[in-house]
């Protein structure tokens, strides 16, 4: 998380304990919802393209992508009112950075 620019002001100490409450949220029966909700509300709105491509690095980051994870982020990617324009090309730029030159360049 460090390297990345939208965590910049993130107290990395309290990444233990938001992870424990965020898991605690989501074994609730509406959990999702209820974490979506606080991502919502916690950073603004002209962010929410941010939150999807941080989204989308985190699924990204095994290189495989399960149904799971396409069904999560089309269902964040409503809640965050994303076009499918501004959708594609954050899931485009995050395929590019996923790639590297060939050995032989």
């Given at each position: 998380m460090r390297h990345l620019p939208a965590f910049t002001?993130?107290?990395e100490n309290r990444l233990i304990d938001?992870?424990?409450t965020c898991?605690?949220?989501l074994d609730?029966?509406?959990g999702l919802s209820a974490v979506l909700g606080l991502i919502t509300e916690a950073i603004p709105?002209?962010?929410n393209d941010l939150a999807y491509a941080v989204a989308c690095d985190i699924a990204a980051a095994d290189d495989q992508l399960s149904q799971e994870e396409l069904r999560l982020l089309e269902i964040i990617r409503h809640?965050?009112?994303l076009d499918r324009l501004t959708a594609a090309a954050i899931e485009r730029g995050v395929a590019a950075r996923r790639k590297s030159f060939p050995s032989e360049v």
């Open positions: 002001d993130y107290e938001d992870a424990r898991a605690e949220i609730n029966d509406d709105k002209d962010h809640r965050f009112s």
